[in-house]
């Protein structure tokens, strides 16, 4: 079992930054990888950061070039830095981890982008 725990949601205005926290109750050495995933009001929850063992990261094309992905294996964290937050980046946050093909999910935390 791996429990993972959300931190950092909030209310920001467009253009401003959030930081987001994943703690894992697990090594981040025995997670195969860790994602981020955010869900808007009424659409589907889609993934939008990777991030894998080796430390090699991927992103959606909706948030490449704003939002970084990063661990701390010394706090068995996984962060997600949003920078030039943009009101279309209101959703619901899920921290999501994988090891030897479980998945493990979050609560979530909320971030609202005001205009």
């Known amino acids: 079992q791996v429990q993972l725990v959300e931190s950092g949601g909030g209310l920001v205005q467009a253009g401003g930054s959030l930081r987001l926290s994943c703690a894992a109750s697990?090594?981040?050495?025995?997670?195969?990888?860790m994602y981020w995933h955010r869900q808007p009001p009424g659409k589907q929850r889609d993934l939008i950061a990777t991030?894998?063992?080796?430390?090699?990261?991927n992103y959606a094309d909706s948030v490449k070039g704003r939002f970084t992905i990063s661990r701390d294996n010394a706090k068995n964290t996984v962060y997600l830095q949003m920078n030039s937050l943009k009101p279309e980046d209101t959703a619901v946050y899920y921290c999501?981890?994988?090891?030897?093909?479980?998945?493990?999910w979050g609560r979530g935390t909320q971030v609202t982008v005001s205009s």
């Open positions: 999501n981890a994988v090891r030897r093909s479980y998945s493990y």
């Open positions: 697990a090594t981040l050495f025995s997670i195969d990888a």
């Open positions: 991030i894998t063992s080796g430390g090699g990261t």
